[in-house]
C-alpha cells in the first residue's frame, strides 16, 4: 500500500512557499509501516497537506495517488471506503459531534468498519485518563479531553495511514506521550504508517523520516 504525491501545491499558494518546501512540488512516496514527520509552521499549509490526503479538499495542482490510483477520480462511494478501510485521521478541528456523548463519538466511528469490540472503547479511555467521560456530552469537555476522543475515534477503523494534525495541541506532555505511544501500538497491529504534521519535532515520535513544509 503506498500514498503518493506527485508535484502537488494549494492552487492559493505562490512560488516562495514552492522553492521552500520539501514537500510541495515534490514526488514523495510513503508506504506502510512508515512513521513520516512533517514540521509545519503556521501558515505553512499544514492542514491543507492532511485535507488533501484525506480527500476532504481538491483545492491543488498535482496528484494524489493512493496504490496507484488518482484520488481525484474517485466517486463518492470509493471515498467513503477509503476513509472507512484505509485512512484514517485526528483532525486539528477535532470535528466531534457536540450533542453526542464521549462514547458515542467514538462508537459511531467503530461501527462503520469495526477493528476493535466495542469494550476496547473503555480501555483506551482508561489509558488515556478520560474512562470518566463516557457519558459527557463532547461539548462540555475540555479540549484536550476532547483531542483524546478524537485520537480514539481515529483508532477505531482499520487504516493502511494515520494522519495527525496537531493532534496534540492542548495536551500536556504526560498525556501526549501516552497518547502517542497508543496511536503508535496501535498502527504496528495492521502495520499502518503514522503522516504526522505539527509544527515543531516532537522526539517520542520515532519517524523514519522527516520533511520540512
Known amino acids: 500500500m503506498q500514498l503518493q504525491i506527485q508535484q502537488l501545491l494549494p492552487v492559493y499558494f505562490d512560488s516562495d512557499h514552492r522553492n521552500a518546501s520539501e514537500v510541495w512540488r515534490k514526488d514523495l512516496t510513503f508506504n506502510k509501516g512508515e512513521y513520516v514527520k512533517i514540521v509545519a509552521p503556521s501558515g505553512s499549509g499544514k492542514s491543507s497537506l492532511m485535507h488533501f490526503l484525506y480527500g476532504l479538499r481538491n483545492e491543488y495542482n498535482g496528484s494524489i495517488l493512493y496504490n496507484s490510483q488518482n484520488i481525484r477520480q474517485y466517486t463518492a462511494e470509493d471515498f467513503a471506503a477509503y476513509r472507512k478501510d484505509h485512512v484514517s485521521m485526528v483532525f486539528q478541528d477535532l470535528r466531534l459531534f457536540p450533542e453526542q456523548t464521549v462514547y458515542e463519538n467514538i462508537e459511531l466511528k467503530r461501527q462503520l468498519n469495526p477493528f476493535h469490540p466495542t469494550e476496547k472503547i473503555k480501555e483506551m479511555a482508561e489509558r488515556l485518563g478520560i474512562g470518566n467521560k463516557l457519558a459527557s456530552k463532547a461539548r462540555i469537555c475540555s479540549y484536550g479531553e476532547q483531542q483524546r476522543v478524537a485520537i480514539i475515534r481515529a483508532l477505531m477503523q482499520p487504516y493502511d495511514f494515520l494522519l495527525l494534525d496537531e493532534p496534540f495541541s492542548h495536551l500536556d506532555d504526560i498525556n501526549s506521550q501516552n ?12 502495520n499502518a504508517a503514522i503522516i504526522f504534521a505539527d509544527l515543531e519535532r516532537i522526539d517520542y515520535f520515532p519517524f523514519t523520516r522527516l520533511y520540512h513544509l
Open 179 to 190: 497518547a502517542m505511544q497508543l496511536m503508535l501500538e496501535e498502527s504496528k497491529l495492521r
